[in-house]
């Protein structure tokens, strides 16, 4: 969690950013991370006109992290997680291994009660249990563990994300979180992502941004 941004925005209680018509599709061109967090929030409650105290998560590509966010007095950061993106970085064409940017929802989620690196294999729970690596060690097994959220895109050029499979889920390279490496999902650690699956229902928008290079 980042202790100093949380004080900052409850010190000034609220923050209420115009949407900037220069952000599309989760390329926000603002190298403040207060900007980018505080736009992103802004385009998904000028869409979809969100609820006092309605979650939202943000997954932040520069910094490799998600933040739950909720509309209280404008906006609120709760929580923060390390998360890895695509290796091959943003997009949202089938087959690129990229991760899609722009706003999601949650769709469904799979893992209710299963045990912490339980394998997943077509979001069914086998049983088994994966090896968690803490160091930086690439598997050559891309394996899905402990909690899947499958996303479902809003937008017209993120509609395929649901059919490319695009998880938020556990991974076995922990020692990998906090850079990209992913085949396109956002990998979380184990005992974040059980946590995280826990605070968000279906339906909860997930914004998926990236400082334009």
């Known amino acids: 969690m980042v202790q100093n941004l949380i004080s900052k925005y409850l010190a000034y209680g609220s923050i209420a950013l115009a949407l900037s018509p220069s952000s599309i599709l989760g390329e926000i061109k603002t190298d403040s991370l207060e900007d980018r967090l505080s736009q992103a929030f802004n385009e998904v409650n000028t869409q979809f006109e969100l609820d006092e105290g309605e979650d939202v998560l943000i997954i932040d590509g520069e910094t490799q992290k998600i933040y739950l966010v909720d509309e209280t007095d404008g906006f609120r950061i709760n929580s923060t997680y390390d998360i890895s993106t695509g290796k091959?970085?943003?997009?949202?064409?089938?087959?690129?291994?990229?991760?899609?940017?722009?706003?999601?929802?949650?769709?469904?989620?799979?893992?209710e009660d299963a045990l912490k690196g339980s394998i997943f294999k077509a979001r069914r729970n086998t049983g088994?249990?994966?090896?968690?690596?803490?160091?930086?060690?690439?598997?050559?097994?891309?394996?899905?563990?402990s909690r899947i959220m499958w996303l479902d895109g809003c937008e017209n050029d993120n509609k395929?994300?649901?059919?490319?499979?695009?998880?938020?889920?556990?991974?076995?390279?922990?020692?990998?979180?906090?850079?990209p490496a992913s085949h396109g999902c956002i990998r979380m650690k184990n005992e974040d992502v059980i946590e995280l699956y826990e605070i968000v229902d279906p339906g909860t928008y997930v914004s998926i941004i990236n400082s334009e290079e």
């Open 88 to 111: 091959p970085g943003f997009g949202n064409k089938s087959g690129s291994n990229k991760t899609p940017l722009g706003i999601h929802k949650i769709k469904e989620k799979y893992g």
């Open 128 to 145: 088994k249990l994966a090896r968690i690596y803490t160091e930086e060690y690439d598997s050559p097994r891309d394996f899905v563990t």
């Open 160 to 179: 395929n994300s649901h059919s490319r499979f695009i998880y938020i889920h556990g991974t076995p390279e922990e020692g990998l979180i906090g850079n």
